[in-house]
């Protein structure tokens, strides 16, 4: 079989995403957790390539950073599906508009860790889900668009607001919050521990029923300054603030007992405030810099070689330096990537 004539090649960057802060407001009726809180994206990101397919199917071929699932269940082909099913029987290269948009090959080279609070499976469905509507030449409206998005999971409608944004409900409201100035230098450091979500939330319900009220005013002020205008040495002074506003971390101590020792040890070490991504393992530290950001990567990757920092797991950790993206645009050329050998 040859590959259909008429689709576009396409590549889309996913980046990863940090929560600043997260406010568990409690428990919806259907399961999930209401969330307040502040995303941003980093310059941290995968890379996806559609082509046209030879086959009759999808595929998947990952790159990278491992995983740790079988490419059938990977968000990416889930999208592919998913966009396909919204985009109906119709697109721009079948004659008649009759049949179903065509397979895609694509390519996944992983550069964020996975299951890590880093948002990196959703961002690969988000940027399958618009790379795959510019192959085939489709359009969606944007509640259908949306509706797509929430589907694949609740993470991925915030990667459709193309900078920092307020994430509220489930993840499904998504408000854009434009006012962030230049690009704050971040620490990443992810623990090669396997750290499932609904383990931390199971955690966080068995200990409480809401979330601690001084997080949410702390969300509540993050997004009304980042709304109106913060500049990132600005940022990184409220980075002892923000350190602190997230619900999960009493929960994650709990899972994971071996992260509190270490965000205390990463204090000491760069004397700097640690916050925890999510629902963790990854842990970060704000510098006004990308510069400053690269310095307290090497200065994590030498205390990890020489033992003075011990990382739970049983591997070596993630290290990355990168940035606050305040627009999807200016993802790759400001990251610098580290990864302990």
Known sequence: MTAPSGLTPVVRIAPAKLNLTLAVLGLRP????????????????????????????????????STGAPAG???????LEATRRA???????????????????????????????????????????????????????????????????SDVPFFAAHGPALVEGRGERVTPLHGLRGAPGILLVTPSVAVATPD???????????????????????ASELGSGLGAADLAARAGVLASANDLLPAIALVVPAIVPFRRAMTRLLHRPIGLSGSGPTVWAIYPSLAEAVVAAAAVE????????????????????????????TLEPTASRRTQP
């Open 302 to 329: 030498a205390a990890v070689a020489n033992g003075s920092l011990d990382v739970p797991g049983d591997g070596p950790p993630f290290v990355a330096a990168t940035t606050i993206a305040g627009s999807l645009l």
């Open 30 to 65: 259907d399961g999930y957790h209401d969330l307040y809180s502040v995303f941003v994206p980093l310059g941290l990101g995968d890379r996806l390539s559609l082509t046209p397919a030879a086959t009759a199917t999808d595929s998947l071929h990952v790159t990278g950073l």
């Open 200 to 222: 931390v939330f199971a955690a966080f319900a068995a200990i409480r029923g809401t979330g601690d009220g001084a997080v949410r005013q702390s969300s509540i002020h993050l």
């Open 87 to 153: 985009v109906g029987g119709g697109w721009t290269g079948s004659p008649g508009g009759l049949s179903p948009a065509p397979a895609i090959a694509a390519r996944l080279d992983k550069r964020i860790p996975v299951a890590a609070g880093l948002g990196g499976g959703s961002s690969d469905a988000a940027a399958a889900l618009d790379g795959a509507l510019e192959a085939w030449g489709a359009e969606l409206d944007e509640h259908t668009r949306l509706a797509v998005a929430a589907g694949l999971g």
């Open 73 to 79: 269940t990977d968000l990416v082909l889930r999208a």
